[in-house]
């Protein structure tokens, strides 16, 4: 079955960094767009950044711009989040979605909680 599993969550003090990965399985990972989102306490579920399903495009968040790096591994079906210059703002779950013209899926998350 199709499984998206986040992991790399954690504790970090401002400033820190992360990295986050999203191991998928279950389904044709080259051909999904994959993203990352997340839901801050309170908050809606916003999107932090997209990458296309060969890697050639990525966007981002204004918020995210210059301190996230998104990225994939197609031989490896999984996609990344590189996360600098953590702020306590970017406390979250963080969720990756595989994207296709015709369906979504979407991991359970995982918890970034930036604090000192």
Do not use: H
Not at 40 to 68: C, H, Q
């Amino acid at each position: 079955q199709v499984q998206l599993v986040e992991s790399g969550g954690g504790l970090v003090q401002p400033g820190g960094s992360l990295r986050l990965s999203c191991a998928a399985s279950g389904f044709t990972f080259s051909t999904y767009a994959m993203s990352w989102y997340r839901r801050a306490p309170g908050k809606e579920r916003e999107l932090v950044a997209g990458i296309t399903s060969v890697g050639g495009s990525t966007n981002y968040a204004d918020s995210m711009k210059g301190r996230f790096t998104i990225s994939r591994d197609n031989a490896k079906n999984t996609v990344y989040l590189q996360m600098n210059s953590l702020k306590p703002e970017d406390t979250a779950v963080y969720y990756c979605k595989a994207s296709s013209a015709f369906r979504n899926y979407w991991g359970q998350g995982t918890q970034v909680t930036v604090s000192s």
